[in-house]
């Protein structure tokens, strides 16, 4: 139990990036605006994304390579695609998920200062505990949010049906073959629990765990860490969207465009439940969770930046390290700029990001898939005839929900 406890850790790291903007924003909102019509997206997009996102940090535990090595060698087209991409998505997945956290530091704390102010300081906070803290400040602190958010979510959805199970009442529920349900349905499952693009994030820092403990990874922890992580994951989005259902769905209430009176009445759903004395506490549970995300995506891809840099200049890691300075102060600046001009479109922007990361997702989950099918994978880390058919059926639902999505968003009327 003592190895694998010094083991697990980006399993909670994924988590910490996973619980947040696609939880708290997307997950309420689908249960909300939908009822319990979308529960079954939620699994299916939880699932079809499992195969792909365990690959990354299995692919590092049997090779000792992040998913990037790996991408390179597969050959140009699929190194520099992966770069293409991360390149078309980070900064407004940056933007979105601090703008979530910048209202909620707002809603929690009353001043007299605006959202893109929060967010600068924000992102300073982060910029600071990464500079000084790295990976050991991440490892850390994100068991004990997960944990602790994990257990409030649940007692709040627990004491939801108890107290409102009997109130529901009987409305009209929105069509699912309009375009603006189709393009919801698809960004609400692009994050949901995380994009597929965060398996590179897991297996880079399994890669970084690995360098910290000085010890490979064997088979059965890498399986273990990553299924706390993205099942737990996976579980806490069931409860938001469950809460969603049982408090706001069918009584009139729908989220506000604002990302700080959508802070309110996501801490309003708890209040209501467990008693108006929670809710200094909840706001305050809800912020450290949505800066966790944050923290943990502005940690990602300037991370995903110095690798390149390495493989593509040979950079040492001194070296490499300024480069991921530079990236996270460049990351967060052109966050920023989108927080600016376009903050006030709040759910707009979060569906946006939400979108393109589903269009990613069948590119990338290909990449993951041919990775395996090298001889270089040691026999113990290699898959099953029945998983590899069950990873080409989730990528064959996710090509064909991608073409659902343009269809819909180009062609549908």
Request: aromatic share 16%; with cysteine.
């Amino acid at each position: 139990m003592f190895r694998l406890s010094k083991n697990i850790g980006p399993g909670f790291l994924l988590a910490g990036a996973a619980i947040g903007v696609s939880h708290l924003v997307q997950s309420t909102r689908a249960g909300a605006e939908y009822g319990w019509m979308l529960i079954i997206a939620l699994i299916v997009a939880c699932i079809s994304k499992y195969p792909f996102m365990m690959m990354g940090p299995r692919y590092t535990a049997a090779t000792g390579q992040h998913l990037i090595e790996g991408y390179k060698d597969l050959g140009k087209s699929q190194y520099y695609t992966y770069i293409f991409l991360t390149l078309a998505s980070m900064f407004i997945v940056l933007a979105a998920v601090t703008l979530v956290t910048g209202g909620l530091a707002a809603y929690f704390f009353p001043l007299d200062i605006s959202v893109t102010i929060w967010c600068v300081f924000i992102l300073l906070v982060c910029f600071g505990i990464l500079f000084i803290g790295k990976y050991n400040a991440l490892d850390k602190s994100m068991k004990v949010i997960i944990c602790l958010l994990t257990v409030l979510t649940f007692l709040a959805v627990i004491m939801a049906v108890y107290k409102f199970e009997q109130s529901q009442t009987t409305i009209e529920l929105p069509s699912l073959t309009t375009a603006t349900s189709i393009a919801f349905i698809v960004s609400f499952m692009g994050w949901m629990p995380i994009p597929v693009d965060a398996s590179i994030w897991h297996s880079i820092w399994t890669k970084e765990k690995s360098t910290q403990t000085g010890k490979k990874t064997s088979a059965g922890d890498v399986n273990v860490d990553f299924n706390i992580g993205y099942i737990g994951a996976s579980v806490i989005a069931v409860l938001f969207f469950m809460l969603g259902v049982l408090v706001m769905h069918g009584r009139g209430m729908a989220f506000s465009n604002s990302s700080i009176a959508f802070s309110g009445q996501l801490v309003d759903i708890y209040a209501t439940i467990l008693g108006q004395w929670t809710r200094p506490f909840i706001g305050f549970a809800a912020f450290i969770t949505m800066f966790s995300t944050t923290i943990s995506v502005a940690d990602a891809f300037p991370r995903v930046t110095s690798e390149v840099f390495i493989l593509e200049k040979d950079y040492k890691r001194p070296k490499a390290t300024k480069v991921y300075i530079l990236s996270l102060l460049i990351l967060s600046f052109i966050a920023l700029l989108i927080i600016q001009f376009g903050g006030s479109q709040f759910k707009l922007l979060v569906d946006f990001a939400a979108g393109l990361s589903f269009l990613t997702a069948p590119f990338l989950a290909w990449f993951n898939y041919q990775l395996f099918q090298s001889k270089k994978i040691p026999q113990a880390f290699r898959l099953s005839k029945a998983f590899r058919t069950f990873s080409l059926t989730c990528l064959v639902f996710l090509i064909l929900f991608n073409f659902i999505y343009l269809w819909s968003v180009y062609f549908y009327k």
